[in-house]
């Protein structure tokens, strides 16, 4: 471990000196001036060859780039070609191959060429993608140390960091971290893996509950209004870690009040327009969450009042606070809050679902009657919700009873509230009648699905076949379900020969789909029945 | 001790005892000293299984009348038919009913000795209360009026329900639960020592030889041959068409190089590995873990296949049957001398305590083993072996393993890895450490392919299978054989 920080130290300092003209184009691409300065005839051959590249067609395109190096040896590309030949190495998993024959070759003939720093970043990180970390690790630093000014030094120093988690070395993660936060300059290729290191390290230190640190790494990405908003972003869940934890809770608090603290600076003073207000209202909004991590109830409930105080009652606050009140399981003071709403359809309907959460059936029934009288238009909504709260406690005669009326009365939602009759039919065990109304559903092959269950359960088993058949013919993504299912209801049917071949059919017709693992599984298993699924990646 | 003095004269009792000694003694070289041939203790097992079985049978006659004795003896069977069981079961490589032999006999041996215990105690109880009643006085009762328990001095004996800790309601009832207690606590106290005592070195050698890890040469020449099309060009000479794909007949010569490759690794006659020994030989050795269903296609006509497979392929000597072993039996294993390859497959959980993942951490990281992971049928065991993977090597991640890894290329060229049937996926997997696979997951039930029938997959699949499976073992072998030259070269274990 020590080692690696020493080696971690070099190749920072290797970067620390390095200029910050940074590389010019991405990975797998070549620069406009390097296209423009081939022949016609090199551009056609290595235009077939990234076609077939970009159509993932790899051993297409690694013959075609072979073409081209045999043809055009050469050329200004030739580095590039052999780079994306070792690509499609890579792609075809050969990555053994890649590295030897592939990348290293492209330092190895075309040193001076821009390939070769991209070469070296890929050696790196195709041993890493194998497995072989300490490879990776010592591939990464060769490249910081051959090519300081390229782009690929940072992705190395990023892939580095990666190697520095999996290691748990905390210390030499938090360099390579700083160092790409605060000292590399950022440009196109490299701005987004230095913010990402940014991000990553001011979680890091809210974690830790430095506030000001975190701060800072995120300063390095954000101003103003982002910068506020990042914070809230990143902070709650580093402090709900510190907070849960009693041990840490401490730390957890002090960062609690930093973060709220910075938060209350940067809220919207100006509240002159809609925009502005509405601005200033998330803001608030996220500090509230903030408070609401850190577990302080009497700091939540003094912020909202603050907020009322400056936006006035406004439902959609003080539906916030009621909703915070439900949280907590103060019903009652989150119903009295409801029902101060401007909105009263609104209000009543929260008040409905605070009681629908208590399961307290009979008021909350009350109140959607209460509303299906205030909201006409839309009484069959609170109708459908009224029914919602039967079935929730299992009173299905009550529900049944409201999705027939409504079935017949709002032609409009008429399916909707079909589906929801047959559904609550069903849990009801009142079977033959769920059929009758799943029949009328239109959402095939769900329906039909439901229907072969209840079927099955009623053991009327044939018919339950034939709506599965039904499923195979008119659902292809369903159709495997469907056929195994097919397999269960013969087993069920005692019928073991027409079960073992609708398994094997099963494996037969969809072997890449997992149904068929299940089909394959399941003859094992029982049946000691092998059945071919066999197969190579390449199939 | 007249009682035992008289059944020391008896003559039953001595050929009984003499009996019990040489079982014992059979017992302990089977499972721990390994000293007399196979065929003796075929002799002994097979013997003294058989003269019980008379024994039990001539007394059964006279049950009535002697029925304690006939318990007694039936008792005493009950070990030896157990252990004959697993002994010949192991022997004819019933591997699954050995299992349940060494599990059911282990389950039927403590229920007979609670039935003796609660009996003992009953009798025990039954005759302290017994006695009582005859030195009861009923003047003393009147006159003292109530006499209450235990009052003059504490009965301490647990045999005795008077005893003041079964307290003064239902005595009996907490006599028989302490009973219960105190044997099943003891038993397995026992067991877990017997476990422990285990620990006598086991050894796994390899077969002595030599030879080298090189890829089974196949070379196909391609001789591409392209039909010259003319077509007439209004504007032009005749000109030469380039040919479509369908226009290029292919003309395959397949040559392959049968040259005799020694298997193995190092300097030695015959195939095998260099620091071997005459007597050692490859094995097939696979996890018995809690949980699941840790023998799917165990033993013959399963993963003895691929063993036997394997000394076709490669020329080496291998062991008479694959092999199972807990991870407690596992540890008992010598530190240089162990497993290379450990076999885990199964469908369902993978119930492994921290005490076990212990064990197979030592296994990997200082016995330098490899474990070789196969899903047997369902996707719920990908994630089992991923996470107990994940439990033994939390700072390694799994990688798919390329298709040119020496694994994968030697000794056989596997172009793509073949399955049965994707459960977890078409990719192997493999933890990388310390310059080596120290795991390698195949996600669709190789060993099915190995059993007879080949689980329905057509030849080629199964072919692959088996040669995959020689690649991994040649690979776990090989990279043991180094390691233990290296660790005899530093003076080491051996």
Redesign the interface.
């Known amino acids: 471990m020590k080692s690696l920080s020493t080696l971690m130290l070099m190749t920072l300092s290797w970067l620390s000196l390095a200029s910050p003209a940074l590389a010019q184009t991405k990975i797998g691409e070549m620069s406009l001036d390097r296209w423009a300065k081939m022949r016609e005839v090199e551009r056609y051959q290595l235009n077939i060859a990234e076609k077939y590249f970009k159509e993932k067609k790899y051993d297409v395109a690694m013959s075609e780039y072979e073409k081209y190096l045999s043809l055009y040896e050469q050329s200004d590309a030739a580095s590039f070609v052999q780079l994306k030949w070792s690509l499609c190495l890579n792609n075809?998993?050969?990555?053994?191959?890649a590295i030897k024959e592939g990348f290293q070759s492209v330092i190895d003939y075309w040193p001076d060429s821009p390939d070769a720093a991209k070469a070296s970043y890929l050696i790196g990180k195709t041993f890493v993608?194998?497995?072989?970390?300490?490879y990776g690790k010592k591939a990464y630093q060769e490249t910081i140390a051959d090519f300081p000014d390229d782009a690929v030094a940072v992705y190395s120093l990023s892939g580095l960091a990666e190697i520095a988690k999996?290691?748990?070395d905390e210390t030499s993660l938090v360099k390579i971290w700083k160092r790409l936060a605060f000292d590399i300059e950022r440009t196109k290729l490299t701005g987004g893996t230095c913010a990402t290191a940014a991000n990553s390290l001011a979680s890091y230190y809210f974690g830790k509950g430095a506030f000001p640190d975190a701060l800072d790494s995120l300063k390095t990405n954000y101003k103003d209004e982002q910068l506020a908003y990042y914070v809230y972003a990143y902070v709650r869940s580093p402090l709900g870690t510190l907070v849960g934890n009693e041990d840490t809770a401490t730390v957890g608090l002090r960062l609690a009040d930093q973060a709220v603290s910075f938060l209350k600076q940067n809220l919207e003073t100006d509240l002159s327009t809609d925009e502005l207000k509405a601005k200033a209202q998330t803001q608030w909004n996220q500090m509230i969450e903030v408070e609401k991590y850190s577990r302080r109830d009497d700091k939540v409930l003094a912020a909202y009042r603050s907020m009322l105080a400056t936006f006035g009652n406004l439902d959609a606050i003080m539906g916030s606070l009621a909703d915070y009140h439900v949280s907590q399981k103060r019903f009652d003071q989150a119903r009295s809050i409801y029902r101060q709403f401007k909105d009263k359809v609104l209000g009543l309907s929260k008040v409905a679902q605070s009681y629908r959460a208590e399961a307290n059936l009979n008021e909350a029934i009350k109140v959607y009657k209460q509303l299906a009288g205030v909201d006409a238009e839309n009484a069959a909504t609170w109708q459908g919700e009224e029914a919602a709260a039967y079935v929730e406690v299992k009173q299905y005669p009550q529900a049944i009873q409201i999705y027939r009326s409504l079935v017949a009365s709002d032609a409009l939602n008429s399916q909707k509230w079909l589906w929801a009759l047959a559904t609550t039919q069903r849990d009801a065990n009142l079977l033959k009648e769920a059929i009758g109304t799943y029949r009328q559903c239109e959402n095939f092959p769900e329906n039909y699905r439901q229907m072969a269950g209840c079927h099955r359960a009623l053991k009327e088993y044939k018919e339950a076949l034939v709506l599965y058949g039904q499923i195979i013919g008119g659902s292809e993504s369903m159709a495997p379900w469907a056929q195994l299912q097919v397999g269960y209801t013969f087993e069920q049917m005692q019928s073991t020969e027409m079960a073992i071949k609708a398994f094997q059919l099963c494996?037969k017709k969809y072997p890449?789909a997992?149904y068929?693992?299940?089909a394959?599984?399941h003859l094992?298993?029982k049946y000691k029945i092998?059945?071919?699924?066999?197969?190579?990646?390449?199939e | 001790m007249n009682l035992l003095k008289s059944l020391c004269k008896q003559k039953a009792f001595q050929v009984g005892a003499v009996m019990a000694l040489v079982w014992l003694f059979a017992l302990a070289d089977w499972l721990w000293i390994h000293m007399l041939p196979d065929s003796v203790l075929h002799l002994v097992f097979g013997s003294i299984t058989g003269l019980v079985c008379w024994f039990v049978y001539k007394q059964s006659k006279s049950r009535n009348e002697g029925a304690i004795i006939f318990w007694s003896l039936f008792s005493f069977g009950i070990p030896v038919w157990w252990h004959a069981g697993v002994y010949f079961c192991e022997w004819l490589g019933l591997e699954v009913f050995r299992a349940y032999f060494a599990r059911g006999g282990l389950a039927v041996f403590f229920v007979t000795g609670l039935i003796w215990v609660v009996w003992a105690v009953e009798q025990h109880a039954q005759k302290i209360e017994a006695l009582r009643r005859q030195a009861f006085n009923l003047e003393n009762v009147l006159t003292r009026k109530k006499q209450k328990r235990s009052v003059d001095h504490k009965i301490w004996n647990p045999l005795d329900p008077d005893a003041w800790y079964y307290g003064q309601k239902s005595p009996r009832l907490n006599q028989s639960l302490n009973g219960f207690v105190s044997y099943t606590v003891l038993f397995c106290l026992i067991c877990m020592i017997l476990s422990q005592f285990q620990g006598c070195t086991q050894y796994y050698d390899l077969p002595a030889g030599g030879g080298e890890n090189q890829a089974v040469q196949q070379v196909v020449k391609v001789q591409k041959i392209i039909r010259k099309k003319f077509i007439l060009n209004p504007y032009s000479a005749i000109n030469y068409n380039t040919p479509e794909l369908d226009d290029v007949k292919l003309e395959l010569n397949e040559v392959t190089a049968h040259r005799y490759t020694k298997m193995g690794f190092g300097e030695g006659d015959g195939a095998g590995f260099a620091g071997g020994t005459s007597d050692g030989t490859v094995g097939f050795v696979r996890l018995e873990y809690p949980g699941g269903d840790w023998n799917q296609d165990f033993g013959i006509g399963g993963d003895m296949n691929m063993l036997l497979k394997y000394a076709e392929l490669t020329g080496q000597k291998v062991a008479k049957k694959t092999k199972a072993y807990s991870a407690a039996q596992l540890k008992t294993f010598d530190g240089v001398r162990c497993p290379p390859l450990l076999y885990i497959t199964g469908q369902r959980n993978i119930s492994l305590g921290n005490n076990d993942i212990k064990i197979l951490q030592e296994y990997i990281n200082d016995k330098h083993g490899m474990i070789f992971g196969d899903n047997g049928g369902s996707r719920h065991f990908h994630n089992q072996f991923i996470s107990m993977m994940q439990r033994i090597l939390p700072d390694v991640r799994p990688v798919r393993i390329p298709t040119d890894d020496p694994i994968h290329t030697r000794p056989y060229q596997i172009a793509r890895v073949p399955y049965v049937a994707p459960h977890g996926g078409e990719e192997a997997l493999g933890w990388f450490a310390d310059g080596r696979w120290v795991a390698y997951y195949h996600p669709g039930d190789i060993g099915d392919a190995w059993a007879d029938g080949h689980a329905g997959v057509s030849q080629d699949i199964w072919a692959n299978c088996y040669r995959l499976g020689v690649n991994i073992m040649s690979y776990a072998h090989i990279e043991h054989a180094k390691w233990r030259l290296a660790q005899k070269q530093s003076g080491g274990d051996e």
């Open positions: 075809l998993r050969k990555q053994n191959t993608d194998i497995g072989r970390v300490s999996q290691e748990k494996c890449k997992s068929a693992s299940t394959h599984a094992q298993n092998s059945v071919t699924l066999g197969g190579a990646t390449d």
